[in-house]
């Protein structure tokens, strides 16, 4: 195992080297094959070899067999005779023989008269044809006999022998081109594997370095292997992640930044008033008045915490158990709720759910979402201002609307309103108690119930939040 | 003590002069039948007619006892007899270094090849010490002579150191 510390990547000699793994697994695997095709091509030449010497030598014989066995009487001078009218049989050695394997005729000239009793000759006398070969040191040696058949009965047999250096000759030649070949060709095989093993294992080093680099805090670091290959594909993969950490890091540093900042204020203004009722001789009024700015202050402080803790839960359970709701009930139930507040503030409330349709949701989540776009459509409403929220069902989806009269959003402020603490008009936010967090909330209780988000807003006139999600329907969606 | 010396030293010596008596004879290697391989039909790479090393106890030079035992049929696995099962010998006469062996009429089931190869098995089995050089088989009008001399039983594939052709061995 090797653990990856320090500055620099640890290097892996030896065995371990997946460089010499894959040149020695290249290089075995094709010596494995280049072996098995030098035996094969071998053996399929001495056959080939084989299948033309023995069609040839039992045509011969059988060509002797034939001319012999028109002969009456056969013996030594007959057959001498008629074997000598046979120009074209030309072989190393000939032996005819009678019925009993008594040399007739041997071009030898050493065993005329004896009892021949080769296999191949007592195995044709039974009548059969009879080829065999061998082959040893650059030299063919082949052996071949046929019966001789007079009216039906074996009457002698046919014994012929070639000892053949040409095409002995020729095999070795083309058995020694093989291995030649197949030398040149593993060497080259060799010579490829440490090559292309060497730029493989050069490319994974580059790899390690990168994630070295990454390990010690540099996430601007990109990774360039270069080709076209899955190692490629793997730099890049590991780019985006390093692309995604950075960001993520970046959203962290702010987010934590804009955590202590926003939770600073309230305690500042706590310890301020706090201050100010020790320090200085107060009349009662004005401490109770200062006492209640403190607790308000604190209850600021409570809610921009419950909100953290929403937003953290809602982030780190992404997939809840959802149940099939219409999106009507959960609506009025916010509506009834928050009317006293837009009473408060001037602000007319509307509602149009004729559209309402089933979706996949928590209730909960379902009333979040509705509750704080609706609370901003009231706190950042225009006075006597009005709030409209209408249901509706486009094809597939169904739609949530709530559209204000508000003083709207600029455009450039489009991108960054659903981020943590993000605030368009940072002292009026605060001013009616907002925390920044409402949107963020929103947005990631939407992603974890598959839905999307679309606001459109025009300064002076108002701004519209379309919440999307896919309508339940029973017979597609159980399945 | 010193006669026990002499005692233990001539048991020693006379020890040695075992080997020379007849015992020695009971010992010897025997002598060889010549049968066929069974697989001639197969494998063209060895001669038909091989040898079997027998102990015949030290009649390896009575002919009429050495075919005796040649009926009963090799024991070694992978060679048969040339002759047909119930073979018998009947008559054996042995003249002017011929020897004149009549079979049983089973034998006559053998075609001419078959039956020269019988008799060359005999003829090998009972020249080996040199006082029978040729053969004659009988059985009933049929019989074939053999001449040690002249049997061809394997020619080697490839020629001696120095030859350009190969080689016989007769």
């Given amino acids: 195992m090797v653990t990856i510390s320090g500055s620099k990547a640890p290097t892996i000699r030896g065995y371990q080297n997946s460089q010499f793994r894959y040149a020695l697994s290249y290089a075995v695997m094709s010596l494995a094959v280049l072996v098995f095709l030098n035996i094969y091509c071998s053996h399929m030449s001495q056959r080939l070899f084989y299948q033309s010497k023995e069609a040839s030598m039992i045509e011969k014989c059988q060509l002797a067999s034939d001319e012999i066995s028109s002969l009456e009487v056969m013996n030594s001078t007959n057959v001498s005779e008629m074997v000598s009218q046979l120009e074209s049989l030309t072989s190393t050695r000939l032996i005819v023989t009678d019925q009993a394997g008594i040399a007739l005729y041997d071009s030898a000239g050493e065993a005329a008269g004896d009892l021949v009793l080769l296999p191949e000759v007592q195995r044709s006398l039974d009548g059969n044809n009879v080829f065999s070969w061998q082959y040893h040191d650059g030299a063919m040696f082949s052996r071949a006999a046929a019966p001789i058949f007079y009216y039906g009965t074996i009457s002698g047999c046919v014994y012929m022998t070639e000892y053949d250096t040409d095409q002995g000759a020729l095999i070795q030649l083309l058995q020694s081109r093989i291995l030649l070949t197949t030398v040149v060709t593993e060497i080259v095989l060799i010579l490829f594997a440490l090559a292309y093993a060497t730029s493989f294992s050069r490319r994974m080093q580059k790899i390690m370095n990168s994630m070295r680099i990454i390990q010690n805090g540099n996430y601007t670091h990109k990774v360039n292997v270069g080709g076209s290959d899955e190692l490629s594909i793997l730099g890049q993969e590991f780019n985006d992640l390093t692309e995604r950490l950075q960001t993520s890091e970046e959203k962290r540093s702010r987010f934590v930044s804009d955590a202590s900042h926003e939770l600073r204020t309230p305690l500042a203004s706590i310890k301020l008033l706090s201050d100010s009722i020790l320090q200085n001789d107060m009349d009662p009024d004005t401490v109770r008045e200062f006492v209640g700015d403190i607790g308000r202050e604190a209850e600021r402080l409570s809610r921009m915490t419950d909100k953290l803790l929403s937003l953290t839960r809602v982030s780190g359970n992404p997939e809840p158990d959802n149940e099939i709701i219409y999106m009507a009930p959960t609506v009025r139930r916010v509506y009834k709720m928050l009317s006293p507040m837009a009473k408060q503030s001037g602000i007319t409330l509307e509602l149009d759910l004729a559209g309402d349709c089933p979706i996949l949701i928590l209730e909960d989540d379902l009333y979040q979402i509705v509750f704080n776009l609706m609370e901003n459509g009231i706190k950042y409403n225009i006075p006597k201002g009005k709030l409209t929220v209408s249901l509706s069902r486009q094809e597939d989806n169904a739609l949530l609307c709530v559209r204000d009269t508000g003083m709207g959003i600029p455009k450039e402020s489009l991108d960054h309103i659903f981020e943590r603490f993000y605030r368009v008009d940072k002292a009026r936010s605060r001013a009616s108690g907002g925390s920044g967090l409402g949107l963020a909330i929103v947005r990631a209780i939407i992603q974890r119930n598959r839905g999307e988000i679309h606001v459109d807003s025009t300064p002076g006139e108002g701004t519209c939040f379309t919440v999307i999600f896919p309508v339940f329907d029973a017979e597609v969606d159980s399945e | ?170």
Avoid at chain 2, 2 to 29: D, N
């Fill in chain 2, 1 to 170: 003590m010193k006669w026990i010396y002499r005692f233990v030293l001539s048991l020693f010596l006379v020890s040695l002069l075992i080997p020379l008596t007849g015992c020695e004879r009971v010992s010897a290697k025997g002598a060889a039948l010549y049968y066929i391989r069974a697989e001639y039909q197969y494998d063209d790479t060895q001669p038909v007619i091989v040898p079997e090393q027998r102990d015949l106890f030290g009649h390896e030079s009575d002919p009429a006892y050495v075919l005796r035992q040649y009926t009963a049929g090799p024991t070694t696995q992978g060679l048969v007899s040339p002759f047909p099962s119930g073979s018998r010998f009947t008559e054996l006469e042995i003249a002017d270094a011929t020897a004149f062996v009549t079979v049983s009429g089973e034998a006559l089931s053998l075609n001419d090849s078959k039956f020269s190869l019988a008799a060359a098995c005999l003829a090998l089995t009972l020249g080996q010490d040199g006082s029978i050089s040729a053969l004659t088989l009988r059985c009933e009008e049929r019989s074939v002579t053999v001449t040690l001399d002249s049997l061809l039983l394997y020619e080697s594939p490839f020629p001696e150191e120095g030859s350009t052709t190969p080689g016989v061995s007769p």
